[in-house]
């Protein structure tokens, strides 16, 4: 690769301080709550023996057997000490949830993979599009659940067919990642979280009202609680572009803003505040019987430093269906790219290096095809916007290129080079001096294509510590 004349980024700045060395009993419940509610991991404070046994108490439990995975002998094999936890959002429309419009049974709309790394010192986040058209496994019926024949339908057609149990095996099909444990959270038992934290705050780019989620809000930052918050995160058609990738960008958005206010100063120093949290989060899930107490426990003594810097949120790779509107299909080998890397835990130098300080989607590109190969702008444009950058134009070069070029302003240099790293052999040169934050890619002749991504700062997604005023 020939010499670039990119300038390396300014360093990144200090992550949060770690919260406060306290007994792993405490920290513990925050680490299965927060788990269950947000797929992330922090401290706690000294309560009595009694508010121990009360939070333990509050937790339910529902039995995964191996028979409802499919057998020991088809699961994916357990690799590493890294521990995966999915997570279920439970939608039940009845008594006091019936004002959200009423349907029989349970569904979820929100499925999480939260995976731990082995060192307690990073945790990822993978949503799952509930739109997503993947193939389906076999699931036997459950109780007054019908059960689950193999087919290509929506991901959360296995919740509905056959429970959690069907979900556990379905996303260990898709990803060949080996699950450890499950945390199913009560879609209105979010509400009370949210108020024992005092609420949670948001930005919204324009006011909202939306009488189906019983949203009426503002523009601008402000802190939601209660109806307010559970309505920002279930609302779908009257924000943003309507999609359900829409509303998991929001959801994760929402969950990265409550992880860094329980994770605060502000709340592990206040035991009301904490246990308020601690109680409301454990009524609200359930769990799977071998997530014991000494299970959290392990888990709690192994994790008193991590930080919300070190909590990572990613989508599954995908792109609108052609063949089926209003779906959405998971991009390969991208999806599977990913997949392996969690399984692998490719994970810890992201999280801890602090470097996802500019998310993709801000990084904006003008492409200039000068390659001389016809329809090679599009392309490269297609794989960027899968990576997560914003493409703002995709144009013809005003003469043929022999050479890559990015060019981009002092302002943009950060970004720039970043956008480089994502390149196999491309010869960059930093051009004018305008204020402008685009950059632009000048496709040439000896264009080879993207590097595969080989960590998860390669995927598109953010950390706990990102401000939703400058995530989209």
């Not at 339910?60 to 936890?85: F, M, Y």
């Not at 014991?292 to 810097?309: D, F, Y």
């Not at 890619?441 to 700062?457: E, H, S």
């Amino acid at each position: 690769m020939g010499h670039v004349d990119v300038r390396p980024a300014p360093p990144a700045e200090d992550l949060p301080a770690p919260p406060p060395r306290t007994p792993p009993k405490w920290r513990a419940w925050l680490w299965v709550t927060l788990s269950g509610a947000l797929g992330v991991l922090a401290g706690a404070v000294t309560f009595t023996v009694g508010g121990y046994v009360k939070l333990s108490g509050n937790v339910k439990h529902e039995t995964v057997t191996q028979k409802d995975l499919g057998g020991e002998e088809a699961r994916p094999q357990k690799i590493s000490k890294a521990l995966n936890v999915l997570i279920v959002g439970s939608d039940q429309r009845n008594g006091a949830n019936a004002k959200y419009g009423k349907f029989p049974g349970e569904r979820t709309d929100t499925i999480i993979l939260a995976h731990i790394s082995p060192n307690r010192d990073g945790a990822v986040l993978i949503s799952f599009p509930r739109d997503s058209l993947v193939r389906l496994p076999a699931c036997s019926p459950k109780g007054n659940l019908p059960g689950q024949r193999p087919h290509v339908g929506m991901i959360n057609e296995s919740f509905n067919s056959g429970g959690i149990g069907c979900t556990w095996k379905t996303i260990e099909g898709l990803t060949d990642i080996h699950i450890d444990h499950f945390v199913k959270v009560d879609f209105t038992g979010f509400k009370a979280m949210v108020n024992a934290l005092g609420g949670v705050q948001v930005c919204l780019p324009q006011a909202v009202h939306d009488k189906k989620a019983l949203l009426d809000l503002p523009a601008g930052k402000q802190v939601l609680k209660g109806e307010q918050a559970l309505g920002y995160v279930r609302a779908r058609y009257s924000l943003g572009d309507g999609s359900d990738i829409g509303r998991i960008q929001r959801q994760q958005m929402f969950l990265a803003s409550m992880a860094k206010k329980a994770m605060s100063g502000e709340t592990l120093t206040n035991p009301a505040t904490l246990f308020g949290f601690l109680d409301a989060a454990t009524r609200s899930i359930t769990t799977d019987p071998d997530l014991s107490i000494g299970v959290m426990k392990e888990l709690a003594t192994s994790a008193q430093g991590l930080t919300a810097g070190q909590i990572r949120f990613v989508t599954t790779p995908w792109r609108y269906s052609i063949t089926n509107p209003g779906r959405v299909e998971w991009v390969q080998p991208q999806a599977d790219r990913l997949f392996k890397m969690v399984a692998a835990d490719q994970i810890a130098k992201n999280v801890k290096s602090g470097e996802q300080k500019v998310p993709k989607s801000q990084i904006h590109i003008l492409i200039r095809n000068g390659s001389g190969q016809q329809g090679l702008g599009t392309q490269v444009a297609a794989e960027l916007e899968q990576r997560g950058y914003h493409i703002v134009k995709v144009e013809q070069a005003p003469k043929p290129y022999a050479k890559t070029v990015v060019a981009y302003s002092d302002n943009g240099e950060s970004r720039a080079s970043r956008l480089y790293r994502e390149l196999k052999k491309a010869r960059s040169r930093r051009v004018g001096t305008a204020t402008t934050q685009t950059l632009v890619l000048g496709i040439g002749a000896d264009w080879k294509g993207m590097k595969p991504p080989r960590t998860l700062d390669d995927v598109e997604g953010f950390d706990a510590t990102q401000d939703s005023c400058t995530a989209s």
